[in-house]
């Protein structure tokens, strides 16, 4: 199974563990990008909704696009009630959008699953002159809360961390958007936390891909292994999160 496809067999589990972003975040998105009623937004690949609500909130023509089938299904029941909710269960890659054009394309986390010249030049075409392409991401620490426990963790790492698939992705430029035509590229930081207890720590990472795929014995051995290490630390995981907004415009009409 292609790691971009795995977060659909555990719809509910994604959408109770995977982290959402900070109210400033979504407060700077929504007036750069002058988010309300009757301006048409994309989000790709918008999961269980863990970046929807304050932008579906505005009262914007709220668009998804989501590959996995079940997650699809969690949309539709989480937001179908929403006269303004509307979502396709498709590829990005591949689907015909028509001649259908965007204030705004977003992405949380999303957009680094696709080939980058797809990415940057299908979201562009997408776009009306002048729109905003938005893509955000969380960089967790939790090193600098109690760094005994992560040193522990680690080894735990060291020991069992033995995925069948390697997860090769990372190489996504997301400042290489100028290269597609993009331009006022910027890069904007927001911080938040957040405090799990060991259950809840076990749990998310059950959620990363590539934890998804450790075979036995050592998918056992790493999950209690970390749940050791969190219970001989007093039983919490502290998380210094840093919620990363990237930027970008299509040029406007000249």
């Given amino acids: 199974m292609e790691f971009r496809k795995i977060f659909d067999t555990i719809p509910d589990k994604f959408d109770k563990y995977r982290p959402r972003y900070s109210k400033e975040l979504f407060d700077a998105l929504t007036e750069y990008a002058k988010i309300g009623p009757g301006v048409d937004v994309l989000e790709i690949g918008p999961g269980t909704g863990q970046a929807t609500d304050p932008v579906l909130n505005t009262g914007c023509n709220y668009n998804a696009i989501e590959l996995g089938e079940h997650l699809y299904e969690k949309m539709k029941e989480k937001y179908g009630k929403y006269g303004n909710f509307h979502i396709v269960n498709d590829d990005f890659i591949t689907h015909d959008f028509k001649n259908r054009k965007f204030d705004m394309i977003y992405s949380a986390t999303t957009i680094q699953w696709i080939p980058e010249e797809i990415a940057f030049s299908k979201t562009y075409d997408l776009l009306k002159p002048g729109g905003t392409l938005a893509m955000m991401l969380t960089v967790s620490d939790y090193k600098s809360a109690n760094e005994p426990l992560y040193n522990d963790i ?92 990237y930027l970008t415009k299509k040029r406007g009409i000249m």
């Fill in 154 to 245: 680690q080894k735990v790492y060291d020991e069992y961390f033995k995925p069948e698939t390697k997860y090769e992705h990372g190489g996504f430029r997301y400042d290489n958007a100028p290269a597609y035509g993009y331009v006022d590229f910027e890069k904007r930081e927001f911080y938040g936390k957040r405090e799990m207890t060991t259950d809840e720590y076990v749990s998310f990472c059950q959620t990363h891909c590539d934890h998804m795929v450790i075979p036995e014995p050592y998918n056992t051995q790493f999950f209690e292994g970390l749940r050791n290490a969190v219970t001989n630390h007093g039983g919490k995981v502290i998380f210094n999160d840093t919620y990363v907004l």
